[in-house]
């Protein structure tokens, strides 16, 4: 009796080995299962505070056969089988190791919300042998108190070393008809609105979701973009999304809106393979952030904690910066890129200048940028943005033109050296901008001489864009090949001392942990569409929880003048916000680099207003989310990192309502002044958007204010300690 209890003993201790393991995070609040089915797919589940969040959901991948032509040549059955075999990488599995470990370190980051940032998490790496083709795949994972992070891992081995994705077979399960705000499922662009529905309802609303862009291309009716924010009937938030995107294709979701199962779907080549992998290697993380608290969503540091610490040595050449530029003019058609209207083709190095006649709207010239290094020196800016400055914007695009700039040749009109030393003596720098019209190849060709071109010149940042299909045609933005080019041009600018603000590029995965001289992105609709017909009034109060959750976003806020007629009378366009509300993204729509993007005329004519964005630091030592709903409203209270200081921002959605503020985050026993920006009582996004009203009073860590937000409205408050 005894033996056979002892053998029945071991025969579930090796189920168990084989068949579960459970996680725990630090705090207990989650537990992940990992477990394989009966046919040896691996599978995990993720349960918070006791409820299920994600249901048991596969994993794997499914790989492209090396001999395509075996898998139907029944001549070749055994040599059919052995590479329809070697294409699974998601059944037939054994778990041949398991190892717990738990890590705790906190780390500064360059720049960021916050001074600190604890790392802390209990980890469980999985080993699996795959008996029939003699492969192994290690599978880890990372129970944060925020939420889980997974990648695969493929070690060095004989018959896994080169191969190609077919499709990843990473499942999330969910539990119920969830509230999302989705994007359409693209390869191509972010730049969409996002919708609200339930899941179910994604296919219906699919075509409706997807606007017009210079380059897109959709996947499936039911396919959606990461990161996707969610919402149960009960109240937990979901946040799906991915972590250090490396050497592979972007993630979306493919919702089987049946079983309300997400699907792994990555961006395709120009074959339509979905990843070249040489082993030893990882993928991306993939991660779900969950709390029953919005705010804790927002201030999630998990996708920066799955990516690597900084590999830039020497930080002290990255700093934030808070800029004005040459570029709403642009957008809202005041001005133009192009020099000259005299010719309807260019060829680099062929076409001559000196012979044309100077646009009178061109806006890169001397005289004018100039005056935009005055302002920004009178107001304490620290830097000017200039596009259109470089030959070749009368034909850079929709020709699929591969030699479409060199990025170091000025027109007649922009005098690099006389600007830059005018700059310098002004104490203010100018920021590069380099738009490739996304022939990926040409700025590679470009890029050694364009970098030496900045630091010979004095630009230390440069704002880069991705307008357009890809070049090589084919591929997409969000491919790996593209992918990698995105990443190639961080590090090559970090060999050069140069920060990157990438626009276009694929949407980011805390990858400024590891490449801090990335201190922005586009990739999402941004305030330029304001100009382009408009955005939904509450858009910003969904940006935070979606697009900032993998790195900070160069939405160029502070637009004081909504009717875009008024500053060019052929455009009808209306911006969707009201003036207090532009003031609160400063800090809502966190960045390290924050742009006025309005026109200097626009903040002479609001100075009080503007004295906001004048004050406002852009790098903060803490920060405390006061209240947060996706697409309805989020505050936020952050703590200069240079003094004792705070900032309080709101940005509202489509509803008016009215925050009240405890303000027990200050300095206990010391006086404040606020001075507070918020919307006039009949302040309204489309009817009365110029209404604010500022006022100040004495506050202390025992004061509440009281403040409302208009329709697609906010507030901005200034918290100065009163010494």
């Not at 797919?41 to 299920?52: A, F, I, R, S, V």
């Not at 499709?167 to 969830?178: C, I, L, N, V, Y």
């Not at 910003?540 to 160029?556: A, C, N, Q, V």
């Not at 502070?558 to 969707?576: A, D, Q, Y």
Request: proline share 4%; with cysteine.
């Amino acid at each position: 009796m005894k033996n056979n209890i002892l053998n029945l003993s071991i025969m579930l201790l090796i189920a168990s080995l084989s068949f579960g393991q459970q996680l725990k995070s630090p705090n207990g609040n989650f537990t992940m299962e990992f477990a394989l089915s009966s046919n040896g797919t691996p599978t995990y589940q993720l349960n918070y505070k006791g409820k299920p969040v994600i249901k048991t959901s596969q994993l794997g991948f499914e790989l492209k056969s090396k001999n395509m032509d075996m898998e139907f040549d029944s001549q070749k059955s055994v040599e059919a089988e052995k590479a329809r075999a070697m294409t699974n990488l998601q059944s037939g599995f054994k778990v041949s190791d398991l190892k717990n470990s738990t890590f705790d370190e906190t780390w500064k980051p360059v720049w960021g919300e916050v001074s600190a940032i604890r790392n802390h998490y209990n980890e469980l790496a999985v080993t699996l042998h795959q008996d029939k083709t003699d492969r192994n795949i290690l599978i880890r994972f990372r129970l944060f108190d925020d939420g889980l992070g997974f990648r695969y891992e493929f070690p060095e081995q004989k018959n896994l070393t080169y191969f190609v994705i077919k499709e990843e077979k990473t499942q999330f399960a969910m539990t119920g008809d969830h509230t999302a705000w989705w994007l359409p499922g693209d390869y191509d662009s972010q730049e969409y609105d996002y919708t609200e529905s339930k899941l179910s309802e994604i296919r219906g609303l699919f075509d409706t979701a997807v606007t017009s862009n210079a380059s897109q291309k959709q996947f499936s009716k039911t396919g959606v973009q990461t990161a996707l924010m969610m919402k149960s009937s009960d109240g937990i938030y979901i946040n799906l999304h991915e972590a250090a995107l490396i050497n592979f294709a972007c993630l979306s979701l493919e919702l089987d809106d049946k079983n309300l199962v997400f699907n792994a779907h990555l961006t395709p080549d120009v074959l339509g393979d979905k990843g070249y992998i040489q082993a030893p290697t990882t993928t991306p993380w993939r991660t779900i952030i969950v709390s029953d608290d919005a705010r804790d969503i927002l201030a999630s540091k998990m996708t920066y904690n799955l990516n690597e610490p900084s590999k830039i040595d020497d930080t002290s050449w990255i700093k934030p910066v808070k800029y004005v530029g040459v570029w709403w003019e642009m957008i809202t058609g005041k001005s133009s890129w192009a020099y000259t209207t005299d010719f309807s083709t260019v060829q680099l190095g062929v076409t001559d200048y000196s012979k044309a006649k100077q646009s009178p709207n061109h806006g890169a010239n001397n005289d004018h940028v100039k005056s935009y290094i005055d302002f920004a020196s009178k107001h304490g800016f620290d830097a000017v943005l200039v596009e259109g400055w470089n030959e070749g914007w009368e034909d850079w695009f929709g020709n699929h033109k591969d030699y479409v700039f060199d990025f170091v040749t000025p027109y007649p009109d922009f005098d690099v050296k006389m600007l830059n030393a005018y700059a310098k003596s002004k104490g203010v720098e100018l920021i590069m901008h380099h738009e490739t019209s996304s022939s990926v190849r040409n700025y590679e060709r470009h890029m050694d001489k364009a970098y030496q071109f900045m630091k010979d010149n004095g630009y230390n940042a440069v704002k880069s864009g991705y307008v357009g299909d890809i070049i090589p045609r084919g591929e997409y933005h969000y491919s790996q090949n593209t992918v990698n080019h995105f990443q190639y041009a961080i590090e090559k600018a970090a060999d050069y001392q140069i920060m990157v603000n990438a626009h276009e590029a694929v949407r980011p995965t805390g990858v400024a942990r590891t490449w801090p001289n990335l201190i922005g992105n586009e990739s999402a609709r941004g305030t330029e569409f304001q100009a382009f017909g408009g955005s939904k009034p509450n858009h910003t109060t969904i940006l935070p929880f979606t697009r900032l959750i993998g790195g900070p976003m160069d939405y160029t806020p502070g637009i004081f003048e909504m009717h875009i007629e008024k500053v060019n009378p052929n455009n009808k366009s209306h911006g969707n916000f009201t003036i207090a509300n532009q003031l609160g993204l400063y800090l809502t729509m966190y960045s390290p680099l924050q742009m006025a993007a309005d026109l200097i005329e626009n903040y002479e004519r609001f100075p009080d207003a503007f004295q906001f964005i004048k004050d406002v630091p852009v790098d903060w030592q803490d920060s405390k989310y006061l209240e947060a709903e996706p697409g309805k409203y989020i505050t936020v209270a952050r703590k200069d990192k240079n003094s004792n200081n705070w900032f309080i921002g709101n940005s509202n959605g489509l509803e008016k309502r009215t925050s009240k503020l405890k303000l027990d985050f200050l300095d206990k026993g010391k006086k404040y002044e606020a001075t507070i920006y918020a919307d006039a009582k009949d302040a309204h996004y489309k009817t009365n958007p110029q209404a604010y009203v500022i006022s100040k009073q004495k506050v202390t860590s025992k004061s509440e204010l009281s403040l409302t937000s208009a329709p697609g409205g906010g507030f901005a408050v200034s918290i100065v300690e009163v010494k």
